[in-house]
């Protein structure tokens, strides 16, 4: 994913430091105490950069799941004389559950929805800690939350300031592994593209909430040492401003950057001492700061930074891990899947977009789609991989009806497909794009990946060599450690095709895959899907360049205006009198132009 | 049910109704839901209250002035934050971010400029606030004409969006890049759509503030609300937003009766995920196709 500019020894350094500043500030001291309220912060941070930077789901209301945590470690000690540790497991636990309840409905919608939603949840929940006095109460707050303690030792402010490091670099390593897995993968490609999320069968509103769920128990697990470090929870702690805090922080130190969140909550932490004087003027200067970073460094300091390195020092041409892509590599038989559509209606508004279109697709075969501009070709594409809903008709792959399933279910199913412009996700290398691919292939869960287990690294290894012999099998393995949007818009389409093929794809619809080549790429093109086909594979090719559709394809169909025109072999469907007519118009069928 | 709260849940209701409606006249053709919206309002009624109170300005003058006023900041806004960010890219959602930033940027702005108190605000001349006790609703004549304003308002809305340049919003609205080679220019319908929304804004807090007052405490409470009527109305649906705005306001005047005040925004916010787990597209709306 992103290039690491911070070298280990600096990561090692700046944990060093973090670990022995309890050795020069004494233990009640002002400095102690900040550096434990950073490392608070830097928690809840990183849960939000997950969230925002890399799943693209702002949340303006995060204070209220730091609340969340705090409120509940603050009042089961208090009242309940409940241990921290317990209590702040209930806080990490009620903060996830009340965010996904608020934020359900959101995940189904556009991004913007979830910015309300958790913006209007935590106003709610702000306006809730005062009214509901008999448990919270209300503005006066709860006073003297003990500390932690474990085995009858109480934990001072020094063991509170090594537990809050230590959950900090467990959570940055954790939040790390899940970055650099199939669900990092996953939560880009719902941020930048959600299309080809689906295309590999990743549910964006699952993605959503894996990310999200993440993001506020982690938001609680601060809340709690919150609650314990300050010993006093009030409502006024957890205002609007404090969510907007948190969202400058990361905003700062670079959104979907790794370090962001550090670098971000660093300054933020030196910032305040210098504006001192300015009190009242900080939420001007949040504004401003906010509006300023997002228009003139999106990826914040450490993108800064980033790029100033790469200027610097530009990284040297590194030689791939499998860049000896001469060979062709043999691959495994594939067990291709037939299609077979029978009745396919759409309407878009007042234009019938297919009007009963039967066609079957043998189980191994190369099967073109071809007809005149809106024909309903790339329509019938999008009905058969579940982007659109049909009025009426079915859809069976294999032996199963697909009608009702949704794109990323068909996709599960050993569908694979690319788009008309290719979507890949620019800010992932190519591998990594390939690596999407086998999203639901891949058996690691979430925990298993995050706390990176044995069987769990086995298998990333093993797809990722998988993925490079994709990258092989269609020629480009020498682009596999390049970001996806620096690569040419003919090896691009390649990519798309060895994405399709990670997912374990049995059938493979290709939306105009000859659009924008040049002759040469054309070739490769030509050779490449004769490859596919050749292991078993079946393929469903919707394109205007007839002479590749004569050179490749098995069967033939021709859509006009909805319809089927004409099917069969494409030698005899091209010399089909009505095809010429509808491709070439009457005048040209008279004066005698060869197809 | 006590007909009071009522009538007064559809007077709130109106105001509701008319803030989503400048939301849906900015988000038709440009796909951004503006989280200053809120904040323009306020300042529509700052302006104003200054114009007519301080400044002693007839109402009509002030009025336009206001919009005016009002709009252009709409127009910078776009041109500063929001254009920038949809060049980069048209999906993405830093203009969540950025315009955010714009609210808080006039919210403190304003609040460093005339300070927390708020300001009162006279209904133009033959209106007044006193109740007129018709029945058993205390109702003012200044509510009334509110709740017809609102009603005017919305038609000539929808009527605009029938003409051929509303047509051509909804066009940009639908796809960019054919209306584009339609001869249609979403930048300048983009500019347009904030120099409008945010003078419909102006409008919202020149109507609200001789009920609410003046004060800049008004933007993130309007800004929420008329996002719940905006939701629960089907974006870019003004009749459904109109609607959902009366059902926003008397959800919230009977919630708060029965309850306490202090559970107003709960009740709204429970009714509003209420309806999006049920519609997500909101009670007066089609599921979009996906588009690839």
């Known amino acids: 994913m992103s290039r690491a500019v911070i070298p280990f020894t600096t990561q090692a350094a700046a944990l060093g430091v973090a670990l022995a500043l309890p050795a020069f500030v004494g233990a009640n001291s002002y400095a102690l105490f900040v550096a434990t309220q950073l490392g608070i912060y830097i928690i809840a941070a990183i849960g939000l950069n997950l969230l925002a930077g890399y799943a693209g789901q702002v949340s303006l209301g995060h204070a209220a799941f730091v609340a969340i945590g705090a409120y509940s470690v603050a009042l089961l000690t208090v009242d309940h004389h409940w241990p921290f540790w317990a209590a702040a497991v209930v806080g990490m636990v009620l903060a996830a559950g009340l965010g996904v309840l608020a934020a359900l409905p959101a995940f189904r919608l556009n991004t913007w929805y979830f910015a309300f939603i958790t913006l209007a949840f935590a106003l709610v929940f702000e306006k809730m800690i005062v009214e509901w006095r008999w448990l919270t109460k209300g503005f006066a707050g709860v006073v003297g939350v003990p500390p932690p303690s474990a085995f009858g030792y109480e934990f001072g402010p020094r063991p509170l300031y090594y537990t809050v490091v230590a959950v900090t670099v467990i959570a940055f390593i954790l939040v790390r592994n899940v970055v650099h897995s199939r669900f990092g993968r996953a939560f880009v490609a719902v941020r930048d593209v959600e299309p080809a999320a689906l295309a590999v069968g990743a549910s964006p509103q699952r993605t959503k909430l894996v990310a999200f769920v993440i993001s506020a128990a982690l938001a609680g697990i601060a809340g709690a040492f ?28 670079g959104l979907g950057t790794l370090w962001g969140p550090i670098i971000g909550a660093l300054v933020f932490f030196l910032i305040p001492e210098l504006l001192a004087g ?25 993108g800064a930074l980033r790029q100033a390195w790469r200027r610097f020092a530009p990284s040297p041409a590194k030689a791939s891990a499998a860049a000896d892509s001469s060979h ?20 878009f508004g007042g234009v019938q977009a297919l009007d009963g279109v039967d066609l079957s697709v043998p189980a191994g ?10 024909s309903g070709k790339t329509t019938l594409l999008n009905l058969a991989s579940g982007y659109y809903v049909p009025d009426a008709g079915s859809v069976k792959i294999g032996d199963v009806e697909a009608l009702g399933s949704g794109a990323q279910r068909i996709a599960a199913r050993g569908v694979g497909r690319t788009f008309q412009t290719p979507r890949l996700i620019a800010d992932l290398t190519a ?9 639901t292939r891949e058996r690691a869960g979430l925990l298993s990946t995050a706390l990176r287990l044995p069987f769990a690294r086995a298998e990333a290894r093993r797809l990722r060599q998988e993925a490079l012999g994709f990258l092989q099998f269609v020629g480009v393995a020498d ?13 691009q389409r390649l990519i798309e095709i060895a994405r399709a093929m990670m997912g374990g794809a049995r059938l493979i619809l290709l939306d105009e895959p000859a659009a924008g080549l040049s002759m040469s790429e054309l070739e490769r093109l030509e050779r490449l899907i004769m490859r596919i086909c050749g292991l078993g594979a079946t393929i469903v090719i919707v394109e205007h360049h007839l002479d590749l559709v004569a050179n490749v394809a098995t069967h033939v169909t021709v859509l006009d205006r909805g319809t089927v025109l004409a099917a069969g072999k494409p030698a005899a469907v091209f010399n089909d009198e009505r095809v010429m007519r509808a491709y070439m118009g009457e005048r040209a069928l008279k004066a005698g132009v060869p197809a | 049910m006590d007909i009071d709260v009522l009538a007064h849940g559809i007077v709130a209701g109106s105001l509701y109704a008319l803030v989503a409606v400048s939301f ?43 919009l005016v006023a009002v709009g252009c900041i709409g127009l910078v806004e776009e041109r500063i934050a929001v254009a920038p960010i949809l060049a980069r890219s048209q999906t993405g959602t830093g203009w969540v971010i950025t315009t955010l930033a714009t609210s808080l940027i006039i919210s403190n702005l304003v609040g460093r400029f005339w300070g927390p108190d708020p300001i009162l605000v006279k209904p133009p001349a033959l209106l ?8 058993a609703s205390r109702i003012s004549s200044y509510e009334i004409a509110l709740v017809l304003v609102t009603l005017v308002l919305v038609a000539i809305v929808e009527r605009v969006y029938r003409t051929l340049k509303g047509k051509a919003v909804m066009a940009v609205a639908e796809d960019r890049e054919a209306a584009l080679l339609r001869g249609i220019d979403p930048g300048s319908l983009g500019r347009w759509s904030f120099f409008l929304g945010a003078a419909f804004a102006a409008m919202t807090g020149v109507l609200a503030a001789p009920i609410l007052y003046a004060s800049t405490s008004l933007g993130p409470d309007l800004l929420l609300k008329g996002f719940a009527a905006a939701a629960v109305g089907s974006i870019g649906n003004n009749r459904g937003a109109l609607i959902a705005g009366y059902v926003i306001g008397v959800t919230e005047a009977v919630g708060a009766s029965l309850l306490s005040p202090g559970y107003q925004e709960a009740v709204i916010f429970i009714v509003v995920l209420a309806v999006l787990l049920l519609k997500p597209e909101g009670l007066f709306g089609s599921p979009n196709a996906r588009t690839v």
């Open chain 1, 226 to 253: 919150f609650a314990v470090q300050k010993t006093v929870v009030t409502p006024d702690d957890f205002t609007a401003d404090f969510s907007i805090f948190f969202l400058l922080t990361v905003v700062l130190g």
């Open chain 2, 24 to 66: 849906n006249i900015l988000y038709r053709p440009t796909n951004v839901f503006n989280f200053a919206q809120g904040e323009l309002v306020m300042l529509g009624a700052m302006i104003f209250a200054s114009l007519t109170s301080l400044a002693g300005m007839p109402w009509l003058v002030a009025f336009a002035g206001t």
């Open chain 1, 278 to 302: 300015l009190q009242s003027w900080r939420m001007l200067i949040y504004g401003g700061m906010l509006l300023g970073l997002m228009l003139f460094a999106p990826h914040g300091l450490y």
């Open chain 1, 365 to 374: 075969s190369c099967y073109a789609i071809v007809g005149p501009n809106g």
């Open chain 1, 328 to 347: 062709a590599r043999e691959h495994p038989p594939i067990a291709g899947l037939g299609l077979v559509i029978s009745g396919l209606r759409k309407q």
């Open chain 2, 128 to 135: 007044s606030m006193d109740s007129l006790d018709i029945g």
């Open chain 1, 479 to 491: 682009r596999a450690d390049i970001e996806a949007g620096e690569i040419p818009h003919g090896q």
């Open chain 1, 431 to 439: 591998l990594d794009n390939v690596m999407l691919g086998a999203y």
